[in-house]
């Protein structure tokens, strides 16, 4: 396989036109409006003005296109007596693998209560007892019910509502829709300097063109994209990975894709975002059986049974879909009731009887599909990427919490918190504005019709089950793909461009890690080594694994 090297840039028309502000954010789900937020914050007390446009918000298609509004379970903090930031941080290690980076926990989970009330007193409204009290709920992996929810269960579409709703009265901030970014725009010196971006809008800012600022952050989300079935929207084709990698910065933790365990099942060859079951239902009581009424997964298995974390519940539906040859198995959710079923989960009842499938009455078929990824571009405590200036947050960062396997409800939490440090960070240190350089190196286009061909690669050999073999032939596959280049630039060839170097990344890390560990399940290689403690670095030069003890 090739090295994960990737080119300078994608190829694109030369910018037409040129805008300036003091930090750009790439991306509007949780992690960007909060950033765009502590942002427009830390540029009024550096420079002491509410300039309007100071920060620039842009986004690929529609504000609330990205992941967050697809959240069902909710949020996860310690806010109440019985709970604790130790406890929280206890259940968000176990799930890591080994491989949490300890300081970024404990701020997750120190900061999140406070981060979290901040986002209630913007107008965010969550479900609440008769008592007034926010309600709670628990998911896999979690010892005690700390998972707040709104409207039951559209935690996300009330999040980013709020957001959303905060970010359009800033009067520092300017929100631009159907933007795409392309590159990172450097200093002779290798530091941010703004990025290039595709606008479908009208007058001076159509097509492609330049935003200068002296920072950039990325809030790009996830990758789910790459493969063929996925909880992700249409939007998630890790473009800021992929810009990163370009741009020189530091990619960790690729191979460990968390897949969920219930997506529900629409039959064979559904392909892009499939619906999402909730494990809150688990939460609530349902549970997995396979078509015979056998269960899945027994405490013998797991002492969390059906709410054991997410690798280890997908990992099992796996091996029984394998060892009955079925293609699903199913969740029981009719003891809940239709009250407790409407009221908790409306959506998901919704959405499943538009399929023809009654969870009142019926077992729910669901199997497992690519739902988040953990790794990502490697930032600090204060979201600064190994690029001076770049900055990421949200899925597509990898700040060390999840490590290994992401724990449920985490990652919302983890955007609030770490995109209100990248705020703190810039306030600090606003660098001064920097003069892009000429652009170096090859550019590079792959034609569209490489992402279908892409995702059904990666889910045969690199999806919940992989060995050396299968990630050989996807690697082989991405090779041959690679070929298939093109010429005429436009938002399908770009997605599909980024698509294909984060594949490459990912698969890359995949075959380096001899081991099964978290979400990364090698069958060649069962068990978990400690001579793999560490973590797989992606830049331009490769993949290199650094042990923990030498971090
Ligand atoms: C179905 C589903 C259910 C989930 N449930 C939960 C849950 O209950 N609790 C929890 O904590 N997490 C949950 N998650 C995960 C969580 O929703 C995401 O990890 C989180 O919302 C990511 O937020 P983000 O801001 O990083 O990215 P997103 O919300 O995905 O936003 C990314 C943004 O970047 C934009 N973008 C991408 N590329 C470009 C580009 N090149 N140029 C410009 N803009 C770009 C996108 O359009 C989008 O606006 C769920 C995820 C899914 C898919």
Redesign the pocket.
Known sequence: MSSPRSPGRLLAPESGWTTVADVVV???????LTAALHAATAVERATGDVTAGSVLL????LVD????R??????AAALTPDDSPEQHLRDTVAAGAGLCHPAAVRVLCTEGPARLRELVSLGAAFDREPSGELSRTREGGHSRDRVVHAGGDA??VEVQRALVAAVRAHPAIRLVEH???LDLLRTAGGAAAGVTLHVLGAGTQDGVGAAHARAVVL????MGQVYAST??PA??TG??VALALRAGAEIADLEFVQFHPTVLYLGAGSTGQQP?V?EAMRGEGAFLVDAAGERVITAADHPLADLAPRDVVAKAIHRRMLDRGTEHVFLDARHLGETVLMQRFPTIVGRCREAGIDPVTELVPVAPAA??ASGGIRTDLAGRTSVPGLYAC???ACTGVHGANRLA?????E?LVFSARVGTDLERSLPPLGEPAAPTGDSVLLDPSVRADLAQAMTRGAGVLRSKSSLATTADELDELATRTSDAPCPAAWEATDLHAVATALVSAAIRREETRGAHWREDHPDESDSWLGHLVTTLDGTTFEPLELQ
């Open positions: 790439v991306g509007s789900g949780v992690a960007g842009v986004t690929k298609v296109d990205g992941s967050t697809w959240a069902q379970g909710g949020v935690t996300g933007a795409l970014v809030a790009t989300g996830g909880t992700n939007v998630s473009d800021g999402l909730s739902h988040y949200g899925e597509v409800s985490n990652s919302l939490l955007g």
